[in-house]
């Protein structure tokens, strides 16, 4: 993998970056500290802001992230229509998450070198997967 490109984040690690009871709270902080360091781009989907902003008991912690990181730092990508029929038919051919494959096509439609999640199920479809500490090593 080259550096300079872009990876998308999956939810979960944004919310281990903004959570430090989270487990994987620190090694996902070195993460996004790497990336930074490393000129990556970082890419996220839109439902996400939502989710966050739900599953967050600081709201105000949350909405100052978005307004000060994410809207100025990241990507946000939009699914669209034609991407979610995708994800739908992906998910009930393969018995999958959908939300996963919605990351995952989110990922691949916006030109990602690779998606980084904690999920140790997440879904193949077609794009490179790591989890935090396997990225960190990388």
Do not use: P
């Amino acid at each position: 993998m080259v550096k300079n490109q872009k990876v998308f984040l999956d939810t979960n690690i944004v919310a281990d970056i903004l959570d430090c009871k989270r487990t994987r709270h620190q090694e996902s902080l070195r993460l996004v500290e790497k990336l930074i360091e490393d000129d990556w781009g970082i890419c996220i989907s839109e439902d996400m802001i939502s989710t966050l902003f739900y599953i967050s008991k600081d709201k105000k912690q949350i909405l100052e992230f978005f307004q000060n990181v994410v809207f100025i730092d990241w990507e946000v990508a939009c699914f669209g229509k034609n991407l979610l029929e995708q994800a739908v038919a992906f998910a009930l051919l393969h018995s999958t998450d959908l939300e996963d494959v919605m990351q995952c096509l989110c990922a691949k439609q916006n030109n990602c070198a690779c998606l980084i999640t904690n999920d140790v199920k997440f879904c193949d479809c077609g794009i490179e997967v790591f989890d935090a500490g396997s990225f960190l090593k990388a």
